[in-house]
C-alpha cells in the first residue's frame, strides 16, 4: 500500500483545510486529534494490535482558527497554477515551449524599479518574453498582459496544484459551493 497518497482534512467545523499525507492522518487518527470521516473502501493498515480502514477523510477533534485575510506567499507553484501554466505576454501554454525554454516568474515593475512581490505585481512568462521585457514595464516593449494578476482566494491556492478524488471533491463542493469547485478544477 502506498503511504505517500493524501488524505482530505476538514476542521472540526467541516471547512476543508489541507490534503495531508495518509501518515499524518493516521497519527491524527491514533492520537485521538482527529477522527475518519470517509475510509477508502476496502483498504485497512493493519499492525499486531490494530486494524484502521485507510482514511480519505478525516476532521480534526478541535477547531483550529484559519484567518479570513489568509494570504499566501507567492511561490512558481501557486503562480503557474494561477495563470494556468500559460504565459501571460504570448499565450503558449507550458508543453508548447521550445527545448531550453520554460516558465519563469515577471515582475510587472521590476524589483530594480521599486516593485514587489505581490500577486497583483507578478505573472508568468515564457523565459523569451521574459528576456525580451528584461527590466522595463510592458508597455515599454510593446508587450501586453492577457490578464491582470489578482491575489486569488487562499481556497483556490490551496487545492490549485493538488488532484482531488471525487470522495474528496464532495467536501469542498459542500462547504464552498459548486462555483468554487469548477474554478479549482479548471486550475
Known amino acids: 500500500m502506498r503511504l505517500h497518497t493524501r488524505c482530505l482534512a476538514l476542521n472540526a467545523s467541516f471547512e476543508p483545510l489541507t490534503l495531508v499525507p495518509v501518515r499524518r492522518a493516521l497519527r491524527l487518527v491514533i492520537d485521538g486529534k482527529a477522527e475518519i470521516v470517509e475510509v477508502e473502501r476496502g483498504r485497512y493498515f493493519r499492525s499486531e494490535r490494530l486494524t484502521v480502514p485507510r482514511p480519505a477523510v478525516i476532521r480534526l477533534v478541535q477547531f483550529v482558527h484559519v484567518p479570513r485575510k489568509f494570504r499566501r506567499q507567492v511561490t512558481n507553484t501557486f503562480?503557474?497554477?494561477?495563470?494556468?501554466?500559460?504565459?501571460?505576454?504570448?499565450?503558449?501554454?507550458?508543453?508548447?515551449?521550445?527545448?531550453?525554454?520554460?516558465?519563469?516568474?515577471?515582475?510587472?515593475?521590476?524589483?530594480?524599479?521599486?516593485?514587489?512581490?505581490?500577486?497583483?505585481?507578478?505573472?508568468?512568462?515564457?523565459?523569451?518574453?521574459?528576456?525580451?521585457?528584461?527590466?522595463?514595464?510592458?508597455?515599454?516593449?510593446?508587450?501586453?498582459?492577457?490578464?491582470?494578476?489578482?491575489?486569488?482566494?487562499?481556497?483556490?491556492?490551496?487545492?490549485?496544484?493538488?488532484?482531488?478524488?471525487?470522495?474528496?471533491?464532495?467536501?469542498?463542493?459542500?462547504?464552498?459551493?459548486?462555483?468554487?469547485?469548477?474554478?479549482?478544477?479548471?486550475?
Open 79 to 187: 503562480l503557474f497554477a494561477r495563470d494556468h501554466y500559460r504565459c501571460q505576454f504570448c499565450g503558449r501554454l507550458s508543453a508548447e515551449l521550445r527545448h531550453r525554454e520554460c516558465l519563469t516568474r515577471d515582475h510587472l515593475v521590476p524589483l530594480s524599479r521599486g516593485g514587489t512581490n505581490e500577486w497583483t505585481n507578478v505573472t508568468t512568462s515564457c523565459s523569451t518574453c521574459n528576456t525580451r521585457k528584461g527590466n522595463r514595464l510592458p508597455g515599454e516593449c510593446g508587450m501586453k498582459l492577457r490578464t491582470l494578476p489578482r491575489e486569488p482566494h487562499f481556497v483556490h491556492l490551496a487545492w490549485a496544484v493538488r488532484r482531488l478524488t471525487p470522495l474528496q471533491a464532495k467536501y469542498i463542493r459542500m462547504f464552498y459551493g459548486d462555483q468554487t469547485l469548477s474554478e479549482i478544477s479548471a486550475l
